[in-house]
């Protein structure tokens, strides 16, 4: 999941030669290398809100390619065998996008600026003009992120035989590098114009264009035909299988995705064509599905897997050190656990909110589950920043989250008042951590008189129900792309589809929209400390602790390196070998 955890903005640098960032002189070419993860895949868009699980962006990132990438260092670093992206003016902000000839789709179709163009107006929302509120207008693409910034552009214009897209916008934008054209380019627009009977991505932009802008004071009757090619992009690519339509798993990337065993794994082979990037060095991966720790490390042990990364415990430290030549890296995440409550049911009452985050035993849950892990481990206490930065310190001294230092079930009881909510709250069931947390917050709650309902679901239908509103609370993760503050709206802001619980705040919404425009760090820091103490005034869930990280690899493969990003080990796959 995107995550809110903020860590500014990063350098900018060019496209290291294959092996640059593990010192290798050289690979091996060849082989087959096993890499085992928690959860399945589930969508081929990783962009929509149901779609935007960990799992679905790991497989992305192999499979598609784009104008740049984010390292384990946090850099953005630029693609350019893929195009070129430059920024052409400050004043108005203008970034022009030229993918170069030859970068093409596994159908043999070029990646154009159609392509380009169709993520845009997925990721602006520049057409829709629903009101949710007034329940009128419509709205065409869902976008796991904050349409905010591509928002304030004029329509892109598209040159240079379909290969450059230039795009001008209306206000300052602190996440321009990031906002488009990568870390991949992962739907093919030709493909939803067919879906939606149009002749080509051509046809698709020419459809678009000669829309206006929506306004959702002034909702026009829904197009059609771009309703038809929205709905396939937010849910034509959802699959635990294998299509029998080839055109819904195209590959712009390194890989192409060969065989699925639904639930079970997934190969991945060599795409033999593609040259606008680092090559790979290894022929095929295959991708497995073991929530259990134990059995991850079992698998490493046995040969079965090369690489892993396991929930993080000291039980499965200690499991590692009985697997021989195994290598385990460990760090902390840019990732964070939080339990989230709906604004909605029985927490529209914030009385009933506040009560139940008073039961919640954050100081056990860490002491039972991270700290024997990392001795230093205490609860979260921001939404927004983590203690190794300077401005978190600052943001925990006022934003309130001392109120939640300590269980304090007798003013549960009193904010009460001797009601006994029902509360279902949500989790992936398949992951030992969150059954830990459930049934510590369980035990906790139900001495206050919550009645607590086990939610739980499976792991590759967790993500799936998130804001579905069949649970009123939830337990998971936000996991950081690395950069950028684009991640703070996509969450809270009011109507953005990853705000799954519903968070409205008109004074947070306007410090979004200031945030998005500063590119001073600084500037940016103070704003979301303001949003932290609000997100707390408003008692819309607790942060729980800071993700400790563990990845191991076996010594039969090369080239793998820490990365404490959602994209994880699979950050510099490329250098993966088989020794």
């Known amino acids: 999941m995107l995550a809110v955890l903020s860590l500014g903005a990063c350098a900018t640098q060019n496209s290291p030669a294959p092996g640059a960032s593990t010192g290798q002189a050289s690979a091996k070419q060849g082989g087959k290398i096993t890499v085992v993860e928690v959860n399945a895949f ?4 990783p962009n929509t809100a149901t779609g935007n699980a960990e799992i679905n962006s790991k497989v992305s990132y192999p499979t598609h390619s784009g104008f740049y990438y984010i390292d384990n260092k946090l850099n953005v670093v630029r693609n350019e065998k893929f195009g070129k992206m430059e920024k052409v003016s400050d004043d108005p902000l203008t970034v022009k996008y030229t993918v170069n000839d030859g970068v ?3 159908d043999g179709t070029p990646v154009t600026a159609h392509d380009l163009f169709l993520q845009w107006a997925a990721f602006s929302a520049y057409y829709s003009d629903a009101d949710p509120s007034a329940k009128t207008g419509t709205s065409y693409f869902s976008f796991a992120g904050d349409p905010t910034g591509l928002n304030a552009t004029e329509v892109p214009t598209i040159s240079d035989n379909d290969r450059t897209l230039t795009l001008k916008y209306t206000k300052p934008f602190a996440d321009w590098e990031i906002a488009l054209g990568g870390p991949a380019i992962d739907v093919p627009a030709h493909v939803i114009a067919k879906k939606a009977g149009l002749a080509d991505a051509k046809a698709l932009t020419d459809l678009m264009r000669g829309m206006k802008k929506g306004d959702p004071a002034k909702p026009q009757p829904a197009n059609e035909t771009l309703k038809k090619a929205a709905e396939f992009y937010n849910t034509g690519f959802d699959t635990k299988t294998l299509p029998a339509d080839t055109s819904l798993f195209l590959s712009n990337g390194p890989y192409i995705v060969k065989e699925i065993v639904p639930d079970q794994s997934m190969t991945l082979i060599r795409n033999r ?3 606008w990037g680092p090559t790979p060095n290894a022929d095929s991966i295959v991708v497995r599905y073991i929530g259990s720790a134990p059995a991850q490390v079992q698998a490493l042990k046995n040969g079965e897997a090369d690489i892993i990364a396991p929930q993080a415990s000291a039980d499965t430290i200690d499991q ?9 890296l460990q760090d902390k995440q840019l990732a964070y656990e939080h339990l989230d409550l709906n604004f909605s049911g029985p927490f529209a009452d914030k009385d009933v909110r506040t009560a139940f985050l008073l039961t919640v035993p954050r100081q056990d849950i860490v002491d039972k589950i991270v700290k024997k892990l990392d001795p230093e481990a205490k609860p979260l206490d921001s939404q927004f920043f983590v203690p190794a930065q300077a401005a978190y310190a600052n943001s925990v001294k006022d934003n309130g989250s001392s109120a939640y230092d300590n269980v304090d079930i007798d003013k549960a009881k009193q904010l009460l008042s001797g009601k006994q909510p029902e509360i279902r709250i949500m989790y992936n069931k398949d992951s030992p951590n969150r059954v830990d947390m459930f049934t510590l917050i369980k035990e906790s709650a139900e001495k206050a008189g919550f009645k607590i309902v086990d939610g739980g679901l499976g792991r590759s239908d967790w993500s799936k129900a ?3 509103g069949t649970y009123d ?4 993760a936000w996991s950081n792309p690395g950069v950028g ?3 703070v709206p996509a969450i809270f802001k ?3 589809d990853l705000n799954y619980n519903k968070f409205s705040n008109e004074e947070a919404d306007k410090l979004m929209d200031e945030l998005i425009g500063t590119t001073d760090k600084g500037k940016q820091n103070e704003i979301m400390t303001k949003l932290d103490k609000i997100v707390w005034d408003s008692s819309y869930g607790l942060p729980l602790f800071q993700n400790p990280g563990v990845q191991a690899y076996s010594d039969k493969v090369d080239g793998v390196v820490y990365n404490p990003m959602k994209t994880g080990v699979w950050w510099n796959f490329w250098e993966w070998s088989v020794k």
């Open 320 to 328: 590692l050190k009985s697997v021989p030549g195994a290598t385990v």
């Open 42 to 45: 589930n969508s081929f868009n």
């Open 273 to 275: 064509d593609y040259a």
């Open 104 to 106: 093409k789709w596994s």
């Open 466 to 468: 998130l804001g579905k």
């Open 494 to 496: 009011a109507g953005n």
């Open 473 to 476: 609370a939830s337990i998971f």
């Open 485 to 487: 503050v684009q991640g």
